[in-house]
């Protein structure tokens, strides 16, 4: 076999997996969004900006993901720098940290909503404390702030561990001699975590944040789970499209306006998280 062969031979299963499961999809769904009757067409795409729904699930989109990825980059920073610093039970804690990974996102929705729905464990508590005479109906159209932290908490509890895993593994393969070398000239644990385990990890930082932005503009099952029609986001309305309206060319549009946002951000954060050349971390 020729040396020079070799790599590509290597690469070829992934090729032809990447080819058959994600081009020729994409090709089909891009075909459906801006194709209508026998021609080229962009009505798929007005029709589906033009819905009085689609700047709610948006902005709605973008709010959560605004809010909930900074907070479980800072959980997922803290938590990964106190499983570093373990001699002891380092791998049982993380493994506790990690379980929501293998609960699904709807399994994950309905545990939140068994602590906010009428009945659940959170009106139990206040009823308990004294704080309500009876059971509030918190997950209604009357309280849509509530939705939605019910929304962001089930979020962060569900996916910070996404994060975490790939931060871990990041600062695992920082030289432990940079902090033994800071620490000798003084260095404090913060000026530390500043100057060597964030410039450090930043590969790590940038590969775990375009995952997780990725995952948040996809967020669907949890919402439906706790807020149904009371908090549309943009991966509700293209499975209302699909299989509500059974209109394929609109959900073909925004699913592809979603990909768009996606690698929007995505370009985002390699730009800000540019790794220098040579970096091996």
């Known amino acids: 076999m020729n040396a020079r062969t070799l790599p590509y031979l290597l690469i070829l299963p992934v090729t032809l997996f990447l080819c058959v499961f994600f081009i020729y999809p994409f090709v089909l769904v891009a075909q459906l969004a801006f194709t209508q009757g026998d021609g080229f067409t962009l009505a798929n795409f007005r029709e589906v900006v033009g819905y009085w729904k689609f700047p709610i699930s948006l902005k709605n989109t973008l709010l959560l993901a605004a809010i909930v990825v900074p907070i479980q980059?800072?959980?997922?920073?803290?938590?990964?720098?106190?499983?570093?610093?373990?001699?002891?039970?380092?791998?049982?804690?993380?493994?506790?940290?990690?379980?929501?990974?293998?609960?699904?996102?709807?399994?994950?929705?309905?545990?939140?909503?068994?602590?906010?729905?009428?009945?659940?464990?959170?009106?139990?508590?206040?009823?308990?404390?004294?704080?309500?005479?009876?059971?509030?109906?918190?997950?209604?159209?009357?309280?849509?702030?509530?939705?939605?932290?019910?929304?962001?908490?089930?979020?962060?509890?569900?996916?910070?561990?996404?994060?975490?895993?790939?931060?871990?593994?990041?600062?695992?393969?920082?030289?432990?001699?940079?902090?033994?070398?800071?620490?000798?000239?003084?260095?404090?644990?913060?000026?530390?975590?500043?100057?060597?385990?964030?410039?450090?990890?930043?590969?790590?930082?940038?590969?775990?944040?375009?995952?997780?932005?990725?995952?948040?503009?996809?967020?669907?099952?949890?919402?439906?789970a706790l807020g149904g029609s009371l908090f549309p986001v943009l991966m509700a309305e293209t499975y209302a499209y699909q299989f509500d309206l059974l209109n394929s060319g609109a959900a073909a549009a925004i699913a592809l306006i979603i990909l768009a946002i996606s690698i929007g951000f995505t370009l985002i954060i390699l730009r800000l998280l540019r790794v220098p050349k040579g970096a091996t971390i």
Do not use: C
């Open 73 to 224: 980059l800072a959980l997922s920073l803290a938590m990964a720098t106190m499983v570093s610093k373990m001699e002891k039970g380092r791998d049982l804690v993380l493994y506790v940290w990690t379980i929501p990974l293998g609960i699904s996102d709807l399994a994950a929705g309905i545990i939140w909503l068994a602590i906010f729905e009428q009945s659940g464990f959170l009106n139990s508590m206040m009823s308990g404390m004294g704080l309500i005479d009876k059971p509030i109906s918190l997950l209604t159209y009357e309280h849509p702030w509530v939705i939605f932290i019910a929304i962001a908490l089930a979020e962060i509890w569900r996916a910070t561990a996404i994060m975490l895993v790939i931060l871990v593994a990041g600062m695992g393969l920082i030289p432990k001699e940079y902090y033994e070398a800071a620490e000798v000239f003084g260095a404090s644990p913060w000026k530390r975590f500043l100057k060597i385990t964030l410039p450090m990890l930043r590969p790590s930082l940038q590969t775990a944040l375009v995952l997780r932005v990725i995952l948040a503009f996809e967020v669907f099952a949890v919402v439906i």
